[in-house]
């Protein structure tokens, strides 16, 4: 065997840079290391900016031209930074003190900002950075790539409940024949599940921390102790756009991460059941799926087109939720002031969403494939005169007669029942005119209640 170490996508270990490495290119900018970097410097560049505005007798306000220097390096961070930070840290053996090295280094020809290079990082423990980052990438891969695919599912989810608000169908509860529906309004269930799922997403609040090793400031207040640190480090937060967690420990703990990351869990359970459902109607020849030349079904089997999509997405909605509950039953547990597994977990962000956005993706294209097979609906249901049993025997309850539920239970239980033993049964109750007519003029077909109506109103 002869495979390359270099990393390629036919090499990858993980599908996520492999198989399904395109799907996941937009998390590339916010999730992967260099994004981390990348974020990292952002937050280091904006907390010197802010202590040299603090009017600290040791570190002159910067001019504009240096400050414009500064926030190049966060404009133009690049791949080729990201390596350099990495061999840095090939020396330091850590991470957050490699990007230290690194920004000392950008603004080495600088002779005010030079002057300052000992206030890059200061009174800073590497987690103030680290968190705050980390509450910007998931804020920033929240608004700009999680949020809009997650709606763009709802809207296809809403197409259809509108488009098939009136096709009847058949429900099954069990298993069994049950009260009909109208395949619109099944996608209306589930497009209002993810609608308010997208909602919590988005309600969920960041939280960051840039208090030292401790969260009490420690570092800070020995040096200059007449400043108050709590309110300029929250200004620095929320020039960022983020909110301060007023009382930590070391790490910011996590909670709203764990918030987080379960209600994204929760969007992709919705999506799991739709993607089961979907799954048997196509088993049961509801929806037909749209053909591509050139694909094939089965190795053996030419007639088959799976339900592929669907399969894929459950698949990938395992994983994500494996990794987004490890994440959230993890992180907000630490030993004391802080241990390190909360570093290394952190790590897998990209995993966690990775998945997510491979589930999300197939189940839109399959979706997108699916043809109503409305024959095969219509057969269904109309072979099924039972479900009317149950609006009998309710009409039966409001005008006294005896043992309704017994009567019809005893006709139908267990056993089909034809349209005319049907209308024979309702022929021979003692019911005023207009009702038994409502009755015999119902179809399998015609009662699905507010089904239609509950479809175009969403």
């Given at each position: ?159 259809y ?89 070391q ?49 053996t ?27 959230s ?18 790590r ?5 969403l ?9 189940c ?43 009567q ?29 007519n ?21």
């Open positions: 065997m002869k495979i390359a170490n270099e990393l390629s996508t036919l090499n990858a270990v993980s599908p996520l840079d492999g198989r399904y490495a395109s799907r996941c290119d937009d998390l590339r900018a916010y999730l992967s290391e260099a994004g981390f970097m990348a974020h990292r410097v952002e937050v280091e560049v904006n907390w010197l900016i802010a202590l040299s505005e603090a009017g600290l007798p040791e570190l002159p306000k910067f001019s504009e031209a240096s400050k414009q220097t500064l926030l190049a390096i966060i404009s133009d961070f690049s791949e080729a930074d990201a390596q350099r930070i990495k061999e840095i840290e090939s020396v330091t053996n850590h991470d957050v003190k490699a990007v230290e090295y690194f920004l000392k280094e950008k603004i080495s020809d600088d002779k005010d900002l030079a002057d300052a290079a000992e206030f890059i990082h200061f009174a800073c423990t590497s987690e103030d950075i680290n968190n705050t980052s980390h509450a910007l990438m998931l804020s920033r891969v929240r608004e700009q790539v999680v949020l809009p695919r997650l709606q763009k599912l709802h809207d296809s989810l809403k197409n409940a509108h488009q098939f608000a009136d096709q009847p169908l058949l429900s099954r509860t069990h298993g069994q024949p049950a009260s009909p529906s109208t395949m619109g309004k099944e996608f209306a269930n589930v497009a209002i599940r993810l609608n308010n799922a997208i909602a919590a997403i988005g309600k969920v609040v960041p939280l960051a921390k840039l208090n030292g090793a401790t969260g009490n400031y420690n570092a800070h207040q020995s040096a200059y102790p007449e400043i108050d640190w709590p309110t300029f480090s929250k200004n620095v937060l929320n020039g960022l756009g983020l909110k301060q967690n007023e009382y930590t420990i790490i910011e703990p996590h909670d709203w991460m764990a918030e987080l990351f379960d209600a994204i869990a929760r969007a992709n359970t919705i999506l799991l059941d739709l993607n089961r459902d979907i799954w048997g109607y196509i088993a049961l020849g509801y929806f037909k799926q749209k053909l591509k030349e050139g694909e094939v079904g089965s190795s089997m030419p007639h088959k087109v799976n339900p592929i999509d669907f399969e894929n997405s459950e698949g990938n909605i395992g994983l994500a939720n494996a990794v987004l509950k490890h994440l039953e993890k992180l907000p547990v630490s030993r004391w002031q802080r241990d390190l597994t909360d570093s290394t977990v952190l897998n962000l990209g995993v966690a990775g998945y997510c956005l491979v589930a999300w993706d197939s839109l294209k399959g979706l997108g494939k699916l043809e109503l097979n409305a024959a095969a609906i219509d057969a269904d249901i109309d072979a099924c005169w039972e479900v009317l049993a149950e609006p009998v025997q309710t009409v039966m309850r409001r005008y006294g007669l005896p043992q309704p539920y017994e019809l239970k005893a006709l139908t239980r267990g056993r089909g029942i034809t349209e005319e033993a049907l209308r024979e049964f309702i022929a021979q109750l003692e019911l005023p005119a207009d009702a038994k409502r009755l015999l003029e119902m179809t399998p077909r015609s009662y699905i209640g507010e089904a239609a109506v509950l479809a175009k109103a969403y």
